[in-house]
């Protein structure tokens, strides 16, 4: 029995999904949030199986939401709701280690079909768009074949790593993320000592010759 959260802040989509999870025998509860700060509040005072986010929701988007879980190590595994057959935030999400990613315009039979597998420990993706994750996990695979310890990084070091090799200044992540520059500047030395690189532009260097694999 699955114990699940769905994150939307259109009220509509809120209750069919709910209305259709509650039918399945194997939902125990399917609880709701509008907003992503609610969504937040939610996952990290209970103990979901499954969420389902909305990538864009008010006060918190679902990306943020699964940056924050990932770094905390939570067990609540992430899928995301989307209208947008966009590469970039496919890529985007997968790299805050969701397990699914769905498109609205098939959303009640994915949604269903996702949760079921995601349950299982597999991944699922809206077959529109599915030659994405063959794309992402051969960059994957590729950038860890030059860097293995790339894996040991979190969810927020990824991130960081990618906005250097687009040759940000650790002020502009700062006020990209909304964090303090000194945070990026930690970041940026634990990035350094995972990947054993030495040396004041080594970082650097690496992030930009790496950037199409990232």
């Known amino acids: 029995m699955a114990k699940i959260l769905i994150a939307d802040d259109h009220p ?3 209750q069919g999904l709910k209305m259709v999870l509650t039918e399945e025998e194997w939902c125990s509860a399917c609880e709701q949030a509008k907003d992503g700060e609610e969504a937040y509040s939610k996952i990290i005072s209970n103990n979901y199986d499954v969420a389902v986010l909305d990538v864009e929701m008010p006060k918190m988007s679902g990306l943020e939401i699964a940056r924050k879980i990932s770094d905390q190590k939570s067990d609540t595994k992430i899928i995301f709701l989307t209208m947008y057959k966009d590469e ?17 315009e098939n ?3 994915d949604i269903i079909n996702c949760i079921k597998e ?3 420990g597999k991944y ?7 030659g994405y994750l063959v794309k992402h996990l051969n960059k994957k695979n590729n950038l860890e074949k030059i860097a293995p310890s790339i894996s040991n990084l979190t969810v927020s070091e990824r991130r960081i790593l990618k906005l250097i090799s ?3 200044t650790s002020k502009e992540i700062a ?3 909304s964090i303090s520059a000194k945070t ?6 634990n990035i350094s000592k995972k990947l054993n690189l030495q040396g004041s532009h080594s970082l650097i260097k690496f992030a930009i010759t790496n950037k199409h694999l990232m």
């Open 166 to 168: 687009q040759n940000k």
């Open 184 to 189: 990026v500047e930690n970041h940026r030395n």
């Open 124 to 130: 699922y993706i809206s077959p529109l768009i599915s």
């Open 12 to 14: 509509l989509m809120l």
């Open 107 to 109: 959303a009640v039979d």
């Open 88 to 104: 970039d935030l496919f890529n985007e999400a997968m790299d805050c280690g969701a397990y699914g990613f769905v498109l609205k």
């Open 175 to 177: 006020d990209e993320l």
């Open 118 to 120: 995601v349950l299982k």
